[in-house]
T-cell receptor
Framework: GDSVTQMEGPVTLSEEAFLTINCTYTATGYPSLFWYVQYPGEGLQLLLKATKADDKGSNKGFEATYRKETTSFHLEKGSVQVSDSAVYFCALLRIQGAQKLVFGQGTRLTINP | EPEVTQTPSHQVTQMGQEVILRCVPISNHLYFYWYRQILGQKVEFLVSFYNNEISEKSEIFDDQFSVERPDGSNFTLKIRSTKLEDSAMYFC?????????FGSGTRLTVV
């Protein structure tokens, strides 16, 4: 079945460091790919998405490129801030049927000043 | 921007009691969902609902759970005879085409 694997957390970085959170997926067909962010005590917010191969999603300085050849959708940011501290979830969406989102296990990111 | 609204934000219930979690999806969305996140774990799909019936459900969604769209705006998740392991954050979501929106969640604590 469909699945998403994220790099193990937690990840702790200093402010202004470069961030990469790895995400790979297994799916039949060509799913859409997403990154969601969950700030402490809050719900899930869509951070960015890509719907086809080679698409790059971007938002708030974060980027991720849909790589079909490596089945990956790694999240990157060039210079992180303390306010980026959150849990990040990679997810895929099957195009057919009821559009069920399949989530990775989440990566907790802590940015120290 | 349209929102998915969930109530209550936090519910505490005794083991064995029934709870109903409520959601108001975005009005022009056609698909409705419930997801669950046990503390510190991944977000798990429970059920999807389309055209007034369940379109898909996970193995978690057993006979203890049911969903209903009692009127044109609400979408509810009922958990009968709650267990301690039902303690989790429950997220409602709705979608249309590729637009997927989550509510802010209901934290259910079973004691």
């Amino acid at each position: 079945g469909d699945s998403v694997t994220q790099m193990e957390g937690p990840v702790t970085l200093s402010e202004e460091a470069f961030l990469t959170i790895n995400c790979t997926y297994t799916a039949t067909g060509y799913p859409s790919l997403f990154w969601y962010v969950q700030y402490p005590g809050e719900g899930l917010q869509l951070l960015l998405k890509a719907t086809k191969a080679d698409d790059k999603g971007s938002n708030k300085g974060f980027e991720a490129t849909y790589r079909k050849e490596t089945t990956s959708f790694h999240l990157e940011k060039g210079s992180v801030q303390v306010s980026d501290s959150a849990v990040y979830f990679c997810a895929l969406l099957r195009i057919q049927g009821a559009q069920k989102l399949v989530f990775g296990q989440g990566t907790r990111l802590t940015i120290n000043p | 921007e349209p929102e998915v609204t969930q109530t209550p934000s936090h519910q505490v219930t005794q083991m064995g009691q029934e709870v109903i979690l409520r959601c108001v999806p975005i009005s022009n969305h056609l698909y409705f969902y419930w997801y669950r996140q046990i503390l510190g774990q991944k977000v798990e799909f429970l059920v999807s609902f389309y055209n007034n019936e369940i379109s898909e459900k996970s193995e978690i969604f057993d006979d203890q759970f049911s969903v209903e769209r009692p009127d044109g705006s609400n979408f509810t998740l009922k958990i009968r005879s709650t267990k301690l392991e039902d303690s989790a954050m429950y997220f409602c979501a709705s979608s249309a085409d590729y637009g997927y929106t989550f509510g802010s969640g209901t934290r259910l604590t079973v004691v």
